[in-house]
């Protein structure tokens, strides 16, 4: 099996951390970059590269054998910072095609569609994949390596997941040409009213996008 999918025991542990944590950064300086709105037409082409890459180090967390953490209590990490910033911001910048549908465990009875929002999504990533480099810059890489791989599985594994489906439906929309269509009835439990994907709106996104794609939508 390859390195880039199983950790070789004769890998340094410290190498496989280092690759990990820069996967990690990397991902949430381009994320803050892009809710900063400084390129709107590129956001969603943006994230869906950036989640896409976050989930390869998820595959390899994923793929490793169990990490167990040096102590048996976690260390306190500090105060979380505050992502609300980053999830309005992400918000605006997706406001048409920022809510969706999701189904959390695709082995679980079909159920009811659940909605869900690409900005709360990976706001929730990054507070894990903060969390975890909290204990990374401290020193403490076996319990960064351990927390990112526990809420890998437990939390933004899926989530992430979820979110790339989403990206990556808009995109392939925009790219086949098919108009984003009503998602009657779907919205979120945030207090923001009765927000579903127009359709026109959604021609507005898929020209928005497709402008830093090099495509042309009719």
Sequence with gaps: ???????????????????????????????????????????????????????????RLGAHEDIVPEERYEPDSGPEP??????????????????????????????ARVPARISDDIADVITDLRHGMAHYRAGRTTEALWWWQFSYF??????????????????????????????DGLDTDQGMGDD????????VMQQEIARPLGLRVK
Aim: charged share 25%.
């Design 1 to 59: 099996m390859s390195d880039a999918t199983l950790h070789s025991t004769t890998q340094d542990p410290d190498d496989f951390a280092v690759q990990i944590a820069d996967q990690v950064e990397s991902f949430l300086v381009a994320v803050t970059e892009v809710a900063r709105g400084a390129e709107p037409d590129s956001a969603v082409p943006f994230l869906l590269l950036e989640v896409s890459q976050l989930l390869l180090a998820g595959g």
């Design 82 to 111: 505050d992502v609300d910033e980053l999830r309005e911001n992400l918000a605006r910048l997706l406001e048409p095609i920022d809510v969706y549908s999701e189904v959390f465990d695709p082995y679980e009875p079909s159920r």
């Design 154 to 183: 437990s939390n933004w594994g899926s989530t992430a997941s979820a979110t790339l489906r989403a990206l990556q439906s808009v995109v392939a929309h925009v790219r086949l040409n098919q108009p984003l269509e009503e998602l």
């Design 196 to 203: 579903t994907l127009e359709i026109e709106a959604g021609r």
